[in-house]
C-alpha cells in the first residue's frame, strides 16, 4: 500500500498501461469488455473498444500513436489526440503480419518514408 511518497493512480484491472511525463494510458478489461482509461492530471477520459479481444497496448509517445494488439484480427493504431477527446477510430496495421493472432507487442514505431508513413512492429 501507499504511504506519504506515494499515491495510487489506477486502481483496477490492466492488460496493459503506460505513463509518460504525467500522462496515463491504461488498457483495461471488465464485465462489458474492453475500454481505454486516459488520465492526465484530473482530467480523465474512458473510452469504451468494440467486441474485439484486446491483447495488449503499446504507445509511441514522441508521435502519439497508441498501438493495440488483437487475438484474432490483427494490430491496430489511433492517436494520442484522438484518446484524449474521448474517442477512437482504429485502423488496422496488418500488412505483412504473419499471423492477426497478435498476443504482446514488444515494441512498434512509426517512420516516414517520402509521403508515406512506415510501421514496424516487434513480436
Known sequence: MC???CRVVYDGYAVSFSVNN??????SKD???????YRYGSA???IRLDDRTFTDMVVDWNKRVVFLSTYGEGVFYTTLDEVK???VTLTAVNDGLLTQNQKSCLRWS???CGNSEVFSVEV
Not at 504525467?22 to 488498457?27: A, T
Open 3 to 5: 504511504d506519504d511518497t
Open 22 to 27: 504525467g500522462e496515463l494510458i491504461v488498457l
Open 31 to 37: 464485465r462489458v469488455g474492453y475500454k481505454l482509461v
Open 44 to 46: 480523465e477520459k474512458e
Open 85 to 87: 477527446k474521448g474517442y
Open 110 to 112: 512509426v517512420s516516414v
